[in-house]
């Protein structure tokens, strides 16, 4: 009440699909049924508290003169998307073009930053400088939106009705502040209440703003306890992995003791083992060094026939020669002898 929230339009001015929502007139203007403000303010609180949890971002919209301020403060407290500047037209529809206008105003900031401004003409960076300006002043608030919004917040129906428009054609749910002389049919969650003074816009948007901040806070609350919880599970695999770590030394232990308590039979039998390799390596020994004894006198009897061989062969290559120097001279005796004796046979014959 003290708000003024439950004042409307005059009578002649108002929309006849507002009845259900008018209580009284009173001096031709017509009054607000503040109960049902009251219902209707806190459903659209509630799904809009929901969207704000899920993520998703709430373009709010306010271009009057009364209302830019405050939008403009309370909006931007919760990191929301606002336009209190001229409606830019297809700003839904045609959203990828309006992107690009973005992106072109953070180029313009990149070329101040990395020194090309100083490349430029005097002239040529104030026509830059004004465009910047110009697209920071009717965009700069929609510059983290990167996509269409989930749901968009109207302070006027009646004047931004292309906004309207243009979030019915995308079936984007519309909340809105809807006065006497709007029309609700076209408004997902209307909220009856007086859009015109300052103060009732201040009212309804701060309500808003709050249920907006709770969705975050609790978004956060859930991400922080999710968190918690993934890392309590990481914890609770890490203790199951050192219990098991734990269980295989103890078995590992267990199984030395026996070991330990086996070992003086299995000692002895290893070293009567020992001592069996011992010996046997011993006798091993004095056997090769015999075959070693046997192999020189085998040797030394080879290398001795060897040399019997060769005498052999040298005395009958001996042999051999001289029967040949006796042939030769038996030969020659022969041949000394042919004449005398064909000389005797001469003589007989005669």
């Known amino acids: 009440m003290d708000a003024g929230v439950h004042f409307g339009h005059l009578k002649r001015k108002w929309n006849p699909a507002m009845a259900p929502y008018i209580f009284m007139e009173k001096n031709g203007i017509h009054i607000i049924d503040l109960s ?24 709010f919209v306010a271009t009057k003169k009364q209302a830019k301020d405050i939008v403009a403060e309370k909006v931007k407290a919760i990191n929301m998307p ?25 180029a313009i900031d990149k070329m101040a930053a990395d020194g090309t401004f100083e490349t430029l003409s005097k002239r040529e960076r104030l026509q830059i400088e004004r465009q910047r300006a110009k697209l920071e002043k009717n965009l700069g608030s929609i510059a983290d939106l990167t996509r269409l919004p989930a749901a968009m917040f109207v302070v006027d129906v009646h004047k931004e009705y292309i906004a ?51 969705g975050l806070n609790e978004r956060k609350m859930e991400k922080e306890k999710e968190a918690s919880e993934i890392k309590a599970k990481a914890e609770k695999k890490a203790d199951k992995s050192d219990k098991k770590a734990e269980k295989v030394e103890a078995k590992a232990e267990k199984k030395e003791e026996k070991e330990e308590k086996n070992q003086p039979a299995e ?37 001795e026939a060897e040399i019997e061989a060769e005498v052999e062969e040298e005395t009958e290559a ?25 000389a005797k046979a001469a003589s007989k014959s005669e």
């Open 36 to 59: 049902k403000t009251e219902i209707k303010l806190n459903e659209a609180a509630n799904a809009m508290k929901q969207i704000a949890k899920s993520g998703r971002k709430i373009l």
């Open 164 to 214: 309207v428009r243009e979030a019915n054609r995308l079936n984007i749910p519309v909340f809105a502040m809807v006065d006497t002389n709007s029309d609700p049919r076209d408004i997902d969650f209307p909220i009856p209440a007086n859009d015109d003074a300052s103060k009732s816009i201040s009212l309804i948007i701060g309500f808003v703003a709050e249920a907006v901040a709770e």
């Open 318 to 342: 001996e042999v051999a020669e001289e029967t040949e120097a006796e042939a030769d001279e038996e030969m020659e005796a022969e041949v000394e002898e042919e004449p005398k004796v064909k």
């Open 82 to 106: 606002y336009v209190t500047e001229r409606w830019p037209g297809g700003m839904l529809t045609n959203f990828p073009t309006i992107r690009k206008a973005v992106k072109k105003m953070s």
């Open 267 to 303: 000692g002895r039998a290893h070293e009567g083992k020992k001592a069996e390799k011992v010996n046997v390596e011993e006798l091993e020994e004095e056997a090769v060094a015999e075959l070693e004894k046997k192999g020189e006198k085998e040797v030394a009897k080879e290398v």
